[in-house]
T-cell receptor
Framework: GGIITQTPKFLIGQEGQKLTLKCQQN?????MYWYRQDSGKGLRLIYY???????QKGDLSEGYDASREKKSSFSLTVTSAQKNEMAVFLC????????????FGPGTRLTVL | GEQVEQLPSILRVQEGSSASINCSYEDSASNYFPWYKQEPGENPKLIIDIRSNMERKQIQELIVLLDKKAKRFSLHITDTQPGDSAMYFC???????????FGKGAKLTVSP
């Protein structure tokens, strides 16, 4: 078994601010993902990383940067927070390949004032 | 990327009855279709999945059906219990593996 840790749990920012979310996993998984969850819109993929030093854009990458510092960690940066934005950002990890179960972290809830 | 449509978005059933959620996808190369359950305040967890070489899979009260010709798959929960109340997400994995496209989710409420 393993665990995914996301920090911070709650993030409050100001409009225009650059905000960084962090994710750590101890599954020893190759692949890590960042999703955004909005009510009524499901889970939308922002960035994913197949292995250390790899970075792939998802469907929602505009306005975000990501960094895979090492195999166990994956960071997401909101480059310019939008006023009244509220969403939950979920990190996940899996082995690389077909039919791989994704394991999700507890999420970071973002509020922009 | 792959587009996955999921309906209904909300369903309410009585305890003991069945609940069904339907999904459709566009990419005929998609070959893996997992279902995730997210309970209130929790993270999504895999509950059942089906590969493209199967038409039906059952795990206890969960049944998944796949119609590759129609590009549709569905989740059926038989004998629902209040503990089944949650958000359910379907997903499809494209031909290159690992990357999932999720539906928008279905909120199931099971009343006693």
């Amino acid at each position: 078994g393993g665990i995914i840790t996301q920090t911070p749990k709650f993030l409050i920012g100001q409009e225009g601010q650059k905000l960084t979310l962090k994710c750590q996993q101890n599954f020893n998984h190759d692949t890590m993902y960042w999703y955004r969850q909005d009510s009524g819109k499901g889970l939308r993929l922002i960035y994913y990383s197949i292995t250390e030093n790899d970075l792939q854009k998802g469907d929602l990458s505009e306005g975000y940067d990501a960094s895979r510092e090492k195999k166990s960690s994956f960071s997401l940066t909101v480059t310019s927070a939008q006023k009244n934005e509220m969403a939950v950002f979920l990190c996940a990890s899996s082995i690389w390949g077909f039919y791989a179960e994704q394991f999700f972290g507890p999420g970071t809830r973002l509020t922009v004032l | 990327g792959e587009q996955v449509e999921q309906l209904p978005s909300i369903l309410r059933v009585q305890e003991g009855s069945s609940a069904s959620i339907n999904c459709s996808y566009e990419d005929s190369a998609s070959n893996y279709f997992p279902w995730y359950k997210q309970e209130p305040g929790e993270n999504p967890k895999l509950i059942i999945d089906i590969r493209s070489n199967m038409e039906r899979k059952q795990i206890q009260e969960l049944i998944v059906l796949l119609d590759k010709k129609a590009k549709r798959f569905s989740l059926h929960i038989t004998d629902t219990q209040p503990g089944d109340s949650a958000m359910y997400f379907c997903a499809a994995e494209g031909g290159t593996g690992s990357k999932l496209s999720f539906g928008k989710g279905a909120k199931l409420t099971v009343s006693p």
